[in-house]
């Protein structure tokens, strides 16, 4: 079944958020519906109030009012927080004591998506929760009443939020590329209030992403913020996706400080307070992470991917602090455990302004691993679990073989390990291999490629790592 009932294509209800293509998939009517889904959802819950933001693409004011509408109409109170980044609607569920946010967004995908991140009493609502949204559509079981919306911008709220989180020490210069995100407008207000020098590239919300993809894990996306380190002399330069929600950050040789390396450095200030804290980091993190959380005294546990599976597992473990290698930071030590990328910035500078030792200085005292970056393999949508379960069954009949399938495969040999999972999002299998010697990494390169052959998907992906 393909077809839109009630506005509403299947396609659009996914994993971790509703998305698709505006004005094909994802329609004026179809964000009716799900408004009106979403809050008979709150509403037979007890809850009522819901705080809605949204992003700075062209079609997302529009999006939102249909969305509003539809959330009134079943007797909800809406607080309109207006464009800003999906942590600051984060950060108005919790500061408007709110039952319930959608964010309306498209992330970090091209300019002509959008969709809806959201919550629900503070938990991330995603997998079965999305189906049941869509089951009510389907059948048009909603609640009626006469709600009403307000206009509500936290904006300086949320910034002064920002603002008390940075702690007094050295003065930093710091190069900011927010890729003319829903971020942009909060970024230059909290830029004018932090101590240091802060120069600003692409910080105007632009829809159509003139500059580069919103995406700050793809390295070619960070060019314009390392060039700006280098002319300014930045201690560390920082990037932000689409809607703010995941971090990059260079440091002052313009060299990539990857998700799990950031991780290890916000987690040593946590652990200084908390001693014994626990921290997670999903399934594609470096050993490094394991072995250094483990040093400094804290429990470091393995999660698996995806920003709401992490939130929800930091929840069950009472953890501190959690990340992932695509940039999600997530910190409940003194915040709410939602994934800002601006709080997780302004502690990353908290730690900077304390600290003697610059970032680059940080990152070359880690241990070094020679590993692969998360290697993204193309598969069919419909094949891509099947080749996992396959490569599982194969990995199961070799005695003695070490491997942990919380999520994929993470198969851990002398050498180091290697990782095979399906991507819940796109068509795509994630790899990535991790060994302490580059012959090493050629042995579980070799292995994964040779895994994938045998499940008859092309390995190409790994050729440029393959010396
Ligand atoms: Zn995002």
Redesign the pocket.
Known sequence: MSAAIAGLHPSILREYDIRGIVGETLTEDGMRNIGRAFGTIVRRQGGSRIAVGYDGRLSSPMLEAALVAGLIETGAAVSRVGLGP?PMLYYATHHLQSDAGMMV?G??NPADYNGIKMLLQGRPFFGPDIQALGDLVRRQDFERGSGQAEERPVAAEYVARLVAAMEPGRALRVAWDPGNGAACDVLKLLCARLPGTHTLVNAEVDGTFPAHHPDPTVESNLEQLKSAVREHGCDAGIAF??????IGVVDSAGRVIWGDQLLVILAKAVLDELPGATILADVKSSQLFFDEIERMGGKPLMSKTGHSLIKNMMTETGASLAGEMSG?SVVAHRYYGVDDALYAAVRLLSILARSSATLAEMRDAMPTFVNTPELRIDCAEQRKFEVVAEVRRRLKTIPGLNVHDLDGVRVSTPDGWWLLRASNTQPVLVGRCEAKTAEGLSRLLGELARQLRMSEVDPEALQPYLA
């Open positions: 999906s967004t992330s970090h996706d689409g809607d703010g929600d995941r999600h």
